[in-house]
């Protein structure tokens, strides 16, 4: 299958990788060396990271058996924030004495909590390539309370709310409409929508009637979805009117964002176009794939009488997450590790860690009791008695160790493949978490001064492929200095009426399936569109382009409008049932792609080991 064989070679070899031998999987899974945040380019799941996990998955691919070399305590597989926490959690629970080995298939350990870097004349520009906010569920798990106390970070020098020094100079929102679906290119100052969302969140008073008029006056819409977004915004509308209560609810969970927006408020198909992105940030879906009632909770307006905003529990990123940290929770993974390995960094502060040396030849050394091997991908975990085998490929070949104990803390659905023997039931739980594509682009600009000539620092696109964009804290306070901006791309697949899994799918084989080049050049032909008017050209001002290629990102959360939550949460409980000395972790095992559920399920994970 091309795609498959494309995301293996990177595009570069595709006539010979149709019938490769295992042996030949393996040396393609192989990656350069060097310092992992600075690469940039193609990230997140860069090229390689799946070659031998779809090997297994997609080709049925049979490796040999090998004889086993190493012995340890404890193997985990994954090294995201769950893999390392239930590292550190063991360590705490059996001893630090206690012999582990981390396998992560990606180049770099932290998994989606990842850190890019620039450097830019000198300056040296650091930034989240992943999971970067705390959710406010982290404040009420014993489990990150207690991981965060051991790492010395205190949540409460993270709670002020942050200064913006764009909003000092008077830059604030904007949206683009686009040609192609609004009829013109238009970059438009002001976007009382964002700013309502905001006040429904905050509590904040939002944008005045007369400010939603002139903004809505000026956009490329039809007259009659500027009345019915005007109407939706006041708010004094009871859409749902004559409804018993119990008909309002079934409305709300299983009528799509999208649909009321269509049926009950009026709004026509552009309007539709402007507010179908919203959900995309917290959800990885559109307004075609939430549920009214998750729309609410983030803070979409839905008019009187509905519920208003709150935490889905389940949500990492959502609007009232806070990023504590440049380096998004990177940091945490640093921290962890270097509790773990104290040698690859010369600080174990959290103040300084973001900004250290990062030694990586460290990681993986005989004289440490924590090895984290990265460029490594476990493909069978076979429990015997007391013990269990674990094979994995790296470095192009194939290699066994022993544990007493094993942590999965990688994909749920990669499980059935590495341990075919679990009962049928349970793998089909597992092979249901699909997770949902998403991409962080950074690209670091020589200068923020096109922005400053158009008095905005954030832009909504919302019918183009980056939806979001907003530069990040200057380097320097003068637009002259250079700086990163963040560029949110969620492949989705708009008024599709498919259902959440095959939207992932389909946009994960869109997002494998395209090599670099071509995504960079939608990167700087939407940058060149959205900001000529300011004087902005990509070739003069882009020094460098990370694109975060998250394939598998978010967890698989329930959706009201595809199945009852509490059967999700039967195949969820089904799904992380630990078979002997093999116990699973991860974000997935909660259906929650949060920080917090993937440190919870570590915690949980560890607990169930016997001693
Ligand atoms: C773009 C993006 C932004 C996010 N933002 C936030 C946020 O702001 N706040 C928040 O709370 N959450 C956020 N999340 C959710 C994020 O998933 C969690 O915060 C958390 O990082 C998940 O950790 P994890 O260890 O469970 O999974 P992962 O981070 O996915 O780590 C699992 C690791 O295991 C590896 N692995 C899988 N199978 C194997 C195998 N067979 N062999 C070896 N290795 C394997 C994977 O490749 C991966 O590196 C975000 C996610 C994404 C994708």
Do not use: C
């Amino acid at each position: 299958m091309t795609i498959t064989r494309r995301d293996f070679l990177n595009g570069a070899a595709l006539t010979i990788a149709a019938g490769l031998a295992p042996s030949q999987l393996l040396q393609a899974a192989e990656r350069s060396a060097g310092y992992p945040p600075a690469l940039t380019g193609l990230r997140g799941n860069h090229a390689g990271t799946y070659t031998l996990a779809h090997s297994l998955a997609r080709e049925g691919a049979k490796y040999p058996a090998v004889m086993a070399r190493e012995v340890f305590d404890l193997v985990v597989v994954g090294g995201g924030i769950s893999g390392l926490a239930a590292a550190w959690f063991y360590q705490r629970r059996f001893g630090a004495g206690k012999r582990i080995l981390i396998l992560d298939n990606h180049d770099d350990f932290g998994g989606h909590a990842k850190r890019n870097e620039f450097t830019v004349r000198g300056q040296k520009l650091v930034t989240y390539g992943g999971s970067a906010e705390m959710p406010p569920t982290a404040l009420d798990s014993h489990a990150v309370a207690t991981l965060l106390a051991g790492l010395g970070v205190d949540p409460k020098r993270h709670q002020a709310a942050e200064r913006d020094p764009y909003r000092e100079l008077g830059m604030g929102r904007s949206v683009f409409f686009d040609a192609e679906h609004f009829g013109r290119d238009q970059l438009l100052a002001g976007d009382p929508f964002a700013s309502l969302i905001d006040a429904r969140n905050t509590g904040a008073q939002p944008a005045s009637a007369a400010a939603f008029k002139a903004f809505l006056d000026k956009t490329p819409l039809p007259q009659q979805d500027r009345d019915a977004l005007a109407r939706l915004a006041d708010g004094s509308t009871d859409y749902l009117a004559g409804m018993g209560e119990g008909e309002r609810l079934a409305y709300l969970k299983r009528t799509s964002y999208a649909a009321f927006l269509r049926d009950k408020a009026g709004v026509g198909l552009d309007g539709q176009r402007f507010f179908r992105s919203r959900s995309n940030d917290a959800y990885a879906l559109d307004a075609d794939g939430v549920s009214l009632f998750d729309a609410l909770a983030i803070g979409l307006p839905g008019g009187k009488n509905m519920p208003p905003p709150s935490l889905n529990p389940r949500l990492g990123k959502s609007p009232t997450s806070k990023l504590w940290f440049a380096d998004g929770n990177a940091t945490l993974a640093r921290l962890l590790v270097q509790n773990m390995i104290p040698g690859v960094t010369k600080t174990g502060s959290p103040d300084d860690i973001g900004a250290a040396g990062f030694d990586y030849s460290r990681l993986d050394t005989d004289d440490s009791k924590v090895r984290v091997r990265l460029n490594s991908t476990a493909i069978a975990i076979e429990p015997d008695q007391r013990i269990t085998r674990v094979t994995y490929g790296w470095s192009g070949n194939l290699h066994r160790v022993e544990a007493a104990h094993v942590v999965l803390a990688g994909y749920n659905m990669m499980i059935p493949f590495i341990m075919p023997g679990l009962p049928a039931p349970q793998k089909e739980a597992l092979r249901s978490d699909v997770k949902a594509p998403v991409v962080y682009t950074k690209v670091a600009l020589d200068n923020w001064r096109a922005f400053e000539a158009l008095k905005t620092s954030r832009i909504h696109a919302p019918a183009m492929a980056y939806t979001d964009l907003w530069l990040e804290k200057p380097a320097g306070a003068r637009p002259a200095d250079p700086v990163v901006l963040h560029m949110l791309y969620v492949p989705t697949v708009p008024d599709s009426g498919m259902q959440a899994r095959e939207r992932f799918r389909a946009g994960r084989a869109f997002l494998l399936g395209t090599p670099f080049g071509e995504l960079e050049k939608g990167i700087r032909s939407q940058l060149d569109r959205m900001l000529a008017p300011g004087g902005f050209a990509g070739k003069d001002v882009i020094r460098g382009i990370t694109v975060n290629r998250w394939a598998h990102g978010y967890s698989y959360m329930p959706n009201s409008l595809f199945e009852e939550e509490a059967a999700a949460q039967a195949v969820l409980d089904r799904s992380r049932a630990s078979a002997g000395n093999v116990v699973i972790a991860n974000s997935d095992s909660a259906g929650s792609p949060s920080l917090t559920a993937a440190i919870d399920q570590a915690w949980k994970a560890v607990g169930e080991l016997a001693g």
